[in-house]
């Protein structure tokens, strides 16, 4: 696993650079944006820490990581939760600016789409689930060693991701701020097949890696 690690981390953050170019950019096939593969690799790298934590909250509240995860490793969760909420905002706000500074039209259309008609509303919703609420509930040391607060600031983060993907893609398909069921549905499906493949692959091992020489040191790991 640690030799795959490294290599298989940099697969991903080209492999999801280049599907926020391919999937997501080019609805909008008169836009571009050379910021636009970080700033959705930054979310989505966000994104993945919230859900790990739910994983683990949820495991060690079932008592499957009873001994194994500790306050200690809670808040190293939290801090890099942290750490990738102000990454992914501080890329979000430097591709916003840099076009709103620029002001050329074949940029600047891009957000005026995802303001207007309506669709400004779930802007401000995304805006404050994927920054202001993480940031704020973490912000403290202490609040990042407590699972309550953890799991406020990794669903906060999960919910405006799906938010965020949404603003992303229908104001090139609809003019006027819509909803629909079938976007709720088909979030529910695609998660739901993904989180059963999860737990199917989790209750086939031992979920700790009781082999590794490193073990011990991890279970007794302090920050300082």
């Given at each position: 696993?640690?030799?795959?690690?490294?290599?298989?981390?940099?697969?991903?953050?080209?492999?999801?650079?280049f599907?926020?170019?391919?999937?997501?950019?080019?609805?909008?096939?008169?836009?571009?944006?050379?910021?636009?593969?970080?700033?959705?690799?930054?979310?989505?790298?966000?994104?993945?820490?919230?859900l790990?934590?739910?994983?683990?909250?949820?495991?060690?509240?079932?008592?499957?990581l009873?001994?194994?995860?500790?306050?200690?490793?809670?808040?190293?969760?939290?801090?890099?939760?942290?750490?990738?909420?102000?990454?992914?905002?501080?890329?979000?706000?430097?591709?916003?600016?840099?076009?709103?500074?620029?002001?050329?039209?074949?940029?600047?259309?891009?957000?005026?789409?995802?303001?207007?008609?309506?669709?400004?509303?779930?802007?401000?919703?995304?805006?404050?689930?994927?920054?202001?609420i993480?940031?704020?509930?973490?912000?403290?040391?202490?609040?990042?060693?407590?699972?309550?607060?953890?799991?406020?600031?990794?669903?906060?983060?999960?919910?405006?991701?799906?938010?965020?993907?949404?603003?992303?893609?229908?104001?090139?398909?609809?003019?006027?701020?819509?909803?629909?069921?079938?976007?709720?549905?088909?979030?529910l499906?695609?998660?739901?097949?993904?989180?059963?493949?999860?737990?199917?692959?989790?209750?086939?091992?031992?979920?700790?890696?009781?082999?590794?020489?490193?073990?011990?040191?991890?279970?007794?790991?302090?920050?300082?």
């Amino acid at each position: 696993m640690r030799k795959i690690t490294a290599p298989g981390l940099l697969l991903y953050a080209i492999t999801v650079t280049f599907a926020a170019f391919d999937w997501l950019m080019s609805v909008s096939p008169h836009w571009f944006s050379t910021m636009f593969g970080v700033y959705y690799f930054a979310g989505a790298f966000q994104a993945s820490l919230a859900l790990l934590i739910v994983v683990v909250l949820l495991l060690k509240r079932a008592g499957l990581l009873r001994g194994v995860v500790t306050v200690e490793h809670l808040h190293d969760l939290g801090k890099f939760l942290f750490a990738f909420t102000v990454f992914y905002a501080y890329i979000a706000y430097c591709q916003y600016f840099l076009i709103w500074y620029a002001n050329i039209p074949e940029e600047t259309f891009w957000y005026r789409e995802r303001w207007e008609h309506g669709w400004s509303k779930p802007a401000v919703v995304m805006v404050f689930t994927t920054f202001v609420i993480p940031f704020v509930v973490l912000l403290a040391r202490e609040a990042k060693r407590r699972a309550p607060t953890l799991l406020v600031g990794a669903l906060s983060v999960l919910l405006g991701r799906a938010v965020e993907i949404y603003w992303m893609i229908a104001p090139s398909l609809h003019i006027e701020a819509s909803f629909s069921w079938l976007n709720v549905t088909g979030l529910l499906g695609v998660a739901g097949l993904f989180l059963g493949t999860v737990a199917w692959r989790l209750g086939k091992g031992p979920l700790i890696p009781v082999g590794d020489p490193y073990l011990r040191k991890s279970l007794e790991h302090e920050n300082v």
